[in-house]
């Protein structure tokens, strides 16, 4: 039988994301005034010394509250323990590492709880302004503790989208602004808050990217959906999820039909 909402086990463990990503925050501020190591996974793909501290604190610090939770990170191994398990830690220890590693303050740590498929607790945190952004399913979501909405234009024209970097001419042409940061999680959360209106994405993202940010929209009063409108669910066994797209309802509707006809 499904747990009704809103949980009070969610807001628990929104809680427990918030002081574990605030605790690698930490670590990571650390690192980005001290510099560190960084290396290719793959060509493009940067990783550094401060992912993998900030990795390992954060299992430390969650599977230690939570030992029957599955785990899921950018910088572990797939133990596809998410799969079996009631509930899971999707998380990304740096998510923004490219900024990192150039000394731009466009990375967070992101983390969130899965159950039945979808995100009931979440929290990203940038260490370099300290803004935490949270969320708990049923219980609305915050910025630094405050109440935060998603803004409902009714327009393309008027509407500040954000978009992957390098693709945002074809965003331009149809919106008021267009913009970006390194940071999927964050652009997330930037909508949330307000500071920009949508996104929309044309390149495939993993659950630890998006897990975080899809609640906390949510729970702002947003949509987040792929980017053909299709539901998101993080109960695959390849956790790579198609090009999302995210805005309040009116706005969300309206980028599904012109992206029936824009090539971006």
């Not at 809103?6 to 002081?19: E, F, I, Q, T, V």
């Not at 969320?135 to 393309?156: C, E, F, S, T, Y």
Request: proline share 6%.
């Amino acid at each position: 039988m499904s747990t009704p909402w809103p949980s009070a086990d969610a807001k628990a463990d929104r809680d427990l994301l918030g002081s574990a990503v605030r605790a690698a925050g930490a670590l990571v501020a650390a690192f980005y005034e001290r510099g560190a190591k960084s290396w290719d996974k793959q060509p493009g793909n940067p990783v550094s010394e401060a992912d993998l501290a900030s990795d390992a604190l954060l299992q430390q610090h969650l599977k230690t509250a939570r030992p029957d939770y599955g785990w899921l990170s950018e910088e572990t191994v797939d133990d596809h323990s998410r799969l079996s398990a009631k509930r899971s830690f999707v998380v990304d220890p740096i998510d923004g590492t490219r900024a990192f590693v150039k000394g731009r303050a466009e990375f967070v740590i992101a983390a969130a709880v899965i159950e039945n498929a979808l995100p009931i607790a979440a929290a990203i945190y940038n260490p370099v302004t300290q803004e935490l952004y949270d969320a708990a399913k049923g219980h609305g979501a915050r910025k630094n503790g405050q109440p935060i909405k998603v803004n409902h234009p009714d327009a393309l024209e008027a509407a500040r989208l954000m978009g992957d970097p390098g693709r945002l001419t074809a965003l331009r042409e149809v919106c008021a602004v267009a913009g970006t940061v390194n940071s999927a999680a964050l652009r997330l959360a930037l909508i949330a808050e307000g500071v920009y209106d949508g996104l929309v994405s044309v390149r495939g993202k993993y659950d630890w990217d998006v897990a975080a940010g899809h609640l906390i929209i949510e729970e702002a009063g947003g949509k987040f959906t792929a980017r053909n409108g299709d539901a998101i669910a993080y109960d695959r066994a390849d956790p790579c999820q198609p090009p999302p797209l995210a805005a309040g309802p009116a706005l969300h509707a309206l980028l599904l039909e012109r992206l029936k006809t824009m090539e971006i």
